[in-house]
C-alpha cells in the first residue's frame, strides 16, 4: 500500500497539516501492520516503531480481561527503558483502572500521577517507576470486550485531547488486530489439541490392532512401548504379572534404554514396600515423585534413583474385576505424567490386561493341547503294546491273593509297590490298579527307569525349561505333568540315581516339583505305583537306594508270583497266547497234545510270563497245521542244565551236603556247551539282557563283562528280535 506521502505535495513540518498527515499515514502503517502480523508480541513490537514517529509515549503495554478468572493481566509491554514489574502481573477486575475501563468501556486519563487519587496502589507504583502521565482505552470490537492498551510518558507532560483522539483511533484497530490473534492462537490451540487426541488415538488403535495380531506377552510389550514413546515420553517401562505361587509381582518384561546392568534373568517385587506392589493391592493409579521414591529400598528403584528418575506411574492391570499385574512407567522429568497421561494409560491399561488375560488363557489351552496330544501318543502306545491284556490270565489261588491285593488298593489311591521277578507281568497288575482306581479316566503313564539315562532321566521325570541344557531349545513336560490326575508306573525303581531320589521323594510328599532349569514350583495330582525285580530293602541295607524314599513307596507292597509257584495257570496262558498268535500270523493251531501241555506245566520258566509268550510266539510260528509244535527237547535241556547248576551252586555253598542221585530214568544229559548255552541264556532273559552295571548278567554269573561276551560270541547266542 502506498503512502500518502508519495501522492501529495511535501508539507512544511511547521504546517497545521502537517502532524494529521503523519498521523494518518501512520495509521495505515498500523493497518499494514496488523494485516500482515498475528503475533501479539511482534505486533506490539512494530507498533511501537511506528507509533513514535507520530505520538509521544515511553511504554505500551496490553491487557487482558480473563473471564474465567476474573482478573486483568498484563499480557505485552514495549517500553524503551527498564520496567520494573514489582508485584502480581494479574490483578482483579474491580482493582485496577483497566478494569474500570473494561467495566465502563471509557477512556482512563491521569494527567499527573502524584495528584491523582484514583487507584492510590497503582499510582504509586507508577510514581516508583517515574510515570507521570498515562491513558487507558478499551479494546472492544464489535463483537467482543478484550481489554485495554495502556500509554504512559515518563517526562511531565500531560496527554492532549488529539493525542486520545489518534489513540482511540490506534486502539479500535488493535482491538481488531488482538481479537484476530487471540481466535488465531485459539485455533491453533484446537488444533494442537486434536492433534494430540489423533496421536492418542493412534496409540490406541496401534496397540489394539497389536493385540488382535498377536498372542506372544512379549511382542505385545515392545508394541505397546513403541507406541506410547512418541505421545508421552517417559525413560523406562515394564510389566509386572502375580506369581501366584510365590505371591509376588514377577517382572515378565524391561526396557530401560541406555543401560541393562540391572536385567537380570528374573526380577520379583514385592507387594508391601514398592510402588507397583501398591498399585496392585489398591487397585488404583500410583504416581510417585522425588523423594517419595527414596522411602522404597528395592534394587530396582535404587538403581533408578541413581539414574536421575524423578517420578514413576504405576497402573493397574484390571479386568472382570481381577487385578493380575501392572505397567509401570517412570521418566527423569519430575513433571511428567499430567492427568491427560494418566488417562491414556489407564486406556492402555485396560487393552492390555483384555490382551494378557487372553494371551494366559491362550498358552494354558496350548499347554493342555500339548498335554492331550502327548496322552493320545501314549494311549496310542498302550494300544499298541504287547501287554494288551483286557484282564489278567489265571485262576491259581497265589493269583487270587494278589488280585484280592490289587483291589483293596486300587479304590484307595496310596503308592503301591509292585515287587516280582523278570517277566512276572508288574505292569500289568500296575494297569489293573489304575484300571480299578477312580482314576481310571485319566492317563496311565509308564516309565522304565532302567531303560532312560541317567543324565536324561530328571528331564524325561520332571520336564525341562528352554535352556535348560545343550539342545533343550524348547520348554518340555516331564512325565509327572503327562500324568497329573492319573497314574505314574516307574519301573525298575531300583535302578533310579541317587540324586534324583531325593526329588522323587519331594513329589511323593508334597506333590510338588520344579522343571530342569526353572525356578517356578509346579503342583501335580499324580498317584505313583511302582515296581522292581530286585530287593529293595538289601540295596537300602547296601546304601544303594534311599531308606525313606522305600518307606515312602513301600505303602501298600503287592508281590507278583513267578509262573513256577502257580503252575496250575499255565494251560489258561499257553491257549490265550495261541490264540493270540494264531490270529496275528494268520495260522489254524487249534489244539495243544496232552505230552506238549505237560512239558510246559512242569518247567520251571526262569523267564516267568515272558518266557512263555516268546516260546509259544515260535512254536505258532513254527507248526505247520492245527497241532502246536513246541521243542520239548529244548526245555528238557534247560531243565537239566539249571537242575546242574543249581546242584553245584548248592554244592559250593554247602560242600558236606549229600547230592540226590539220579533218578531211574534221567533226563538226556546236554552237553556242556548247550548247558552253557541255556545257563547264559537264562541269565540274559532274567537281566532283560543288560550284560554289563551291578544288575548285569555278568555280575550275576560272577563274570567279567568282556568274558561274558567273548563267551556269547563263542556259543553263537543272539538276542531274539
Known sequence: MAKLSDTTPELVPSSPLAQPVRQFEALLEVSETIAQQRDLKLLFHELSNRLHAVLQFDFLGLVLHDPARGTMRLHILETHEPFAQEGPEELPTADSPSGWVFEKQELFLAQDTSKDARYPHFMKRLQTVGVHSVAILPLTTAHHRLGTMVFGRYVPQGISEAEVQFMKRVAAQVAVAVDNALNFEAAEAYQKQLAHERDRLQVLLEINNLLVSTRDPATVFKGIVSSIKPVLQHDYTSLALLDTASGLLKIHYLDLPGNSSIAKPEITVPLEGSPAGQCFSSGQVLITRGKDLDRFRHDVLRFMREQSVEAICCVPLTTHGRTFGTIN??????????????????????QVAIALENALAFKEIDALKDKLAVEKLYLEEEIRSEFNFEEIIGDSPVLRRTLAQVELAAPAGTTVLIQGETGTGKEIIARAIHNLSPRRERTFVKVNCAAIPAGLLESELFGHERGAFTGALTQKMGRFEFADRGTLFLDEIADLPLELQPKLLRVLQEQEFERLGGNRTLRVDVRVVAATNGDLAQLVAERKFRSDLYYRLNVFPIFVPPLRERREDVPLLVRYFVQTFSRRQNKTVE?????????????????????????????????????????????????????????AAEQLANPGAIVAAPSAHPSPIATLEDADRQHILRALRQTNWRIAGPRGAATLLGLKRTTLQARIRKLGIKRPV
Open 329 to 350: 512407567l517412570a521418566s527423569r522429568n519430575p513433571n511428567a505424567f499430567t492427568p491427560a497421561d494418566v488417562e491414556l494409560l489407564l486406556q492402555v491399561g485396560v
Open 591 to 647: 489244539y495243544i497234545p496232552a505230552d506238549v501241555m505237560d512239558a510246559l506245566v512242569n518247567y520251571s520258566w526262569p523267564g516267568n510270563i515272558r518266557e512263555l509268550e516268546n516260546l509259544v510266539e515260535r512254536a505258532v510260528l513254527l507248526s505247520p497245521g492245527k497241532e502246536l509244535r513246541v521243542p520239548i527237547g529244548e526245555l528238557k535241556a534247560a531243565t537239566a542244565a539249571f537242575s546242574a547248576a543249581a546242584g
